[in-house]
Structures are given as structure tokens and as C-alpha cells.
């Protein structure tokens, strides 16, 4: 059955296509499936990336004397 998901097309160079090809043959797995699994990995690791800024920024504004306790937060 044809998939109903949108498609993206790709061009690559052909050590990348070696690459992902020896990926998807190393785990029994089709081309399709191993590119759809790096780009999730992908994202996921710039957003991790993208957090990482957002916290590495907070932290440096943290102000222990004027930082609330648990209890004051919590009751």
C-alpha cells in the first residue's frame, strides 16, 4: 500500500549514499527508513543544541541570593 506521508527527495553525494546504503544493509532496513531515522536524529539533536543555549543563558543570569527555595515555591 502506498504510503499517504509527504516525500522529500533528496540528491546526495555518493559517500553519504554509501554510507546510509551500508547503514540500511548492516540492519536489514531500507534506504527510505534509515534517512527518515537520521533526519529525526538529526532534529533531535538541535534542539538539544538549540535548549542548550537557552540554559547555558540562564544559568548565567542566576542570582543565588535572590533565587526562591523549593518550599517557597512549593509551599
Not at 15 to 27: F, T, V
Not at 43 to 64: C, N, S
Request: with cysteine; proline share 4%; net charge negative.
Amino acid at each position: 500500500m502506498p504510503s499517504t506521508n509527504p516525500r522529500i527527495n533528496v540528491v546526495c553525494e555518493k559517500p553519504l549514499y554509501g554510507a546510509i546504503a551500508e547503514i540500511a544493509a548492516r540492519e536489514g532496513a531500507s534506504l527510505s527508513s534509515v534517512a527518515h531515522a537520521l533526519l529525526l536524529e538529526s532534529l533531535e539533536l538541535r534542539e538539544d543544541m538549540a535548549l542548550a543555549q537557552i540554559a547555558d543563558k540562564r544559568a548565567a543570569g542566576f542570582d543565588q541570593a535572590t533565587a526562591l527555595t523549593a518550599d517557597q515555591v512549593f509551599g
